[in-house]
């Protein structure tokens, strides 16, 4: 079989159909928050209170990230997958029941130390702060209010890696949409307070969040078998063997956290509203690696995981090389529209109320910064998951360790010149490192990843993004109009986006790329339901 047939094989379609669906119900929770941050640069703007609102958030966040989300997954699905195949079902609930109880008491603890130590944590971590009154006090309160957070969204993260461990991806993707309105109503409640009365409207909208994020996954894992009682953690090797790969996947996370927490320590030197401009500079950046690169991420695990412990080899690197065309396909085009496109899409989001015209200045040149590492971020996502699928968690934190080292010498050495985009540049760079020596790594241990294919992508890409570019670029002028009404401006911007994906679906279509077609049963999951039959061994 051809690599060119690869996106034809039974894992492939399976992949197509679960992205589909996990990109559409993500889509909905991304536009939310898109909604979600125009509400609060209106509200809190990128003075005082929203970089206090970012940097508490941030923290708890951090944490979440090592306990939380990926690591969770990387560790306890590939296990939870192969256990399943030798336990009963009863058995194989009772593991995750376990590991649940565990990561309670582990994010409850921590949860407990960083509330207590809010006032040292937020003096180490933003000294800048201080040198604007206030500023460190009212930092210091939102953490303490919102760190609970982390208890919830950890729990969350475990049911979530339970669903999608049986391949029930849709409530899990379906959860974020909890906390963006739980903030969305804060912010509603507090609208037209003063910024250091309203944030604390997006505070309580936080926690509620989390806690409703929780309890509507509840029911799914119930009926599933998963119990969300304490249970004794200890005495299950497969605990143990969770908990040793999970050790490596905290440094792992850990190593990743500090290149944003160094990043946002750099920031809190430079001028007021830095730490902002990189906090709406990364989300529009991670819109479209939410809507389509991590649902990809999300449900290549799983199957990897399952091709893996089959030792199906050949269809493990089939499915990679899918995923990372895919994500490239979409990703790419992105990219680019967000370099020519970034005053104007922050001007139209975000100035509004509270967010000036010099905060938009600022947001925008953070954009470009993060958008030229877009691929490479998408890129490291998914191949990090084919060594997650491999119960390999410790070559990704060598990795990340290596790649840390950059991105704080890129820090140290762009901050001067290019400010807050040099930080995020030194990001893009880091990542662009990592998924390099990734894709190294990975091909030593698992052969051929399909190169030769991966390249005429690229090109076929590389040809129809330039003929999108172009397009944009000349109308352009057309967007920016600061005598536009919202709506007019909104109308305007989603225009260009429109105009802008059709010059790249049709410059594709031009040159015959498999990536269309591919892209199209995405969103419609009209495979042939005989590409389903996985029987077919290597």
């Not at 923290?59 to 090592?66: A, E, I």
């Not at 582990?106 to 206030?134: D, K, N, Q, T």
Request: overall charge positive.
């Amino acid at each position: 079989m051809s690599h060119e047939s690869a996106p034809q094989t039974a894992p492939t379609a399976r992949l197509l159909r679960a992205a589909g669906t996990v990109g559409g119900l993500t889509l909905v929770s991304r536009v939310l928050g898109l909604l979600r941050d125009v509400a609060l640069s209106a509200l809190l703007g990128a003075g005082t209170a929203a970089d206090a609102w970012n940097a508490a958030f941030l923290l708890p966040n951090t944490l979440r990230r090592l306990v939380g989300e990926g690591n969770i997954s990387a560790a306890f699905i590939p296990v939870f997958a192969r256990h399943s195949a030798v336990r009963s079902e009863e058995e194989s609930w009772a593991l995750a029941s376990r590991f649940f109880t565990a990561v309670f008491m582990v994010a409850g603890g921590m949860s407990a130390l960083g509330i207590a130590a809010a006032p040292w944590i937020v003096s180490f971590m933003f000294p800048g702060y201080a040198e604007i009154p206030g500023k460190i006090e009212l930092t210091t309160s939102l953490t303490r209010a919102v760190f609970g957070y982390l208890l919830f969204i950890s729990l969350t993260a475990v049911v979530m890696g339970a669903l999608n461990a049986r391949h029930r991806f849709a409530a899990a993707a379906f959860t974020p949409v909890m906390l963006n309105l739980a903030i969305l109503a804060g912010a509603w409640f507090m609208w037209g307070r003063a910024p250091a009365t309203a944030v604390w409207g997006i505070a309580v909208g936080a926690m509620v969040g989390g806690i409703l994020q929780f309890l509507f996954l509840v029911p799914f894992a119930r009926r599933l078998g998963m119990s969300v009682r304490p249970t004794w953690p200890f005495g299950d090797p497969a605990m143990g063997e969770i908990g040793r790969l999970m050790v490596p996947g905290v440094i792992g996370a850990g190593v990743v956290q500090i290149n944003i927490l160094v990043g946002r320590q750099l920031a809190s030197g430079l001028p007021e509203g830095s730490i902002t401009s990189l906090y709406f500079a990364s989300r529009l950046n991670e819109l479209t690696l939410g809507v389509f690169a991590v649902a990809v991420a999300t449900v290549v695990l799983p199957l990897m995981a399952e091709q893996g412990a089959a030792g199906k080899t050949k269809r493990l690197r089939e499915t990679l090389s899918f995923a990372l065309r895919q994500v490239s396909a979409v990703t790419f085009p992105a990219a680019v529209g967000l370099i020519l496109l970034r005053h104007e899409i922050v001007a139209t989001l975000f100035e509004h109320g509270e967010f000036t015209a010099s905060a938009t200045a600022l947001t925008a040149s953070a954009v470009w910064g993060y958008a030229i590492g877009l691929v490479a971020v998408a890129a490291v996502r998914i191949v990090v998951q084919a060594f997650y699928a491999l119960r390999d968690t410790r070559t990704p934190v060598a990795v990340a360790a290596a790649a840390m080292l950059v991105n704080i010498a890129g820090c140290l050495l762009l901050r001067g010149p290019l400010q807050n985009a040099g930080i995020a540049l030194a990001n893009s760079i880091a990542a662009g490192f990592a998924a390099i020596v990734l894709l190294v790594l990975l091909r030593r241990r698992l052969g051929a990843l399909g190169g030769g294919v991966l390249v005429s992508s690229l090109l076929r890409i590389g040809f129809a993004t330039a003929a999108m570019g172009w397009v944009v670029d000349s109308m352009r002028p057309w967007v920016a109009r600061p005598d536009a009404a919202i709506v007019e401006g909104w109308l305007r911007l989603l225009a260009l986006v429109g105009v802008g994906a059709v010059t790249y679906l049709a410059a594709l279509a031009a040159v015959g790329a498999p990536e269309l077609s591919e892209l199209r049963a995405v969103g419609a999951r009209r495979l042939p339901d005989t590409l389903d039959d996985d029987s077919q061994g290597d």
